[in-house]
């Protein structure tokens, strides 16, 4: 009996997919909004702390804001998660799906199907939808695989390949390369909608690639998982 290898195995390619899906939504902020960070919390630290060095206490704020939005996120997915979602590992997509619908029908209520920048109000709503998204993958009550935390991807990918350099496999590296890789493509598919479409179409479409996502998630592989 063939082994499958787990770098391909079916929760590597949701990793993939989900890890794009933090992609598009990084890119649907940053591209339609003052340029606030809905992935990146050490950026967000960064500008709590320096904004009023710069006199920007504006700065210091939202982006305080945003990095208490991101970890309400993880602890409300991590609650659900515990209580209510134990048939159903990837359980988090739900909640970050119906983020993006509140932030979505917030934009549209407080400005339009027109406007292009978007209102704070709503990336907090996807802020805190990226949160629980990085929740969607646990192993022995810790996250196993952080979605948007291309930093430590990153670092991991960088000891992936010392190890392969120092007798080991492609698979000590490859892994975290195509998350790394999945994200930044998600960044780039963002990018050229946000070509075409103006910020609450692009919170839009975001909100339906997200739903397909979690039903698919949360109605075929969440069932195989538990079944196998």
Same mark, same amino acid.
């Given at each position: 009996?063939? /082994? ?20 598009? =939504?990084?890119? #649907?902020?940053? #591209?339609?909004?003052?340029? *606030?960070?809905?992935? &990146? ?7 709590? !702390?320096?904004? *009023? ?8 704020? #939202?982006?305080?804001?945003?990095? +208490? ?5 993880? !602890? ?19 909640? $970050?799906? &119906?983020?993006?619908?509140?932030? #979505? ?9 027109? /406007?292009?920048? =978007? ?30 935390? +291309? ?24 892994? *975290?390369? =195509?998350?790394? @890789? ?12 946000? =070509?075409? !479409? ?6 839009? /479409? @975001? $909100? /339906? ?8 998630? *949360? ?6 998982? +538990?079944?196998?």
């Amino acid at each position: 009996m063939r /082994v499958p290898n787990p770098i391909f195995d079916s929760e590597a390619r949701l990793s993939w997919a989900l890890a794009a899906l933090a992609g598009v =939504l990084g890119a #649907t902020a940053f #591209t339609h909004s003052e340029g *606030y960070f809905v992935t &990146f919390m050490t950026g967000n630290a960064q500008r709590a !702390v320096l904004g *009023y060095f710069r006199h920007d206490v504006l700065m210091a704020i #939202t982006a305080g804001l945003l990095i +208490v939005c991101f970890v309400a996120g993880v !602890v409300t997915a991590s609650v659900c998660r515990r209580r209510y979602w134990s048939a159903h590992p990837h359980g988090p997509t739900v909640l $970050t799906t &119906f983020s993006l619908v509140a932030a #979505t029908a917030l934009d549209i209520i407080e400005d339009g199907w027109d /406007v292009n920048m =978007l209102d704070f109000a709503p990336i907090m709503l996807v802020v805190f939808g990226i949160g629980s998204l990085n929740t969607s993958f646990v192993k022995d009550g810790e996250v196993s695989i952080p979605l948007s935390y +291309v930093t430590g991807t990153l670092v991991k990918m960088g000891q992936g390949i010392e190890r392969h350099i120092s007798g080991g496999t492609i698979a000590d590296w490859l892994g *975290y390369f =195509l998350l790394f @890789a999945s994200f930044t493509l998600g960044g780039a598919i963002g990018g050229g909608i946000s =070509l075409v !479409v103006n910020g609450t179409w692009m919170l839009v /479409v @975001a $909100t /339906v690639i997200c739903a397909l996502t979690t039903g698919i998630t *949360y109605f075929h592989l969440d069932r195989r998982a +538990v079944l196998d």
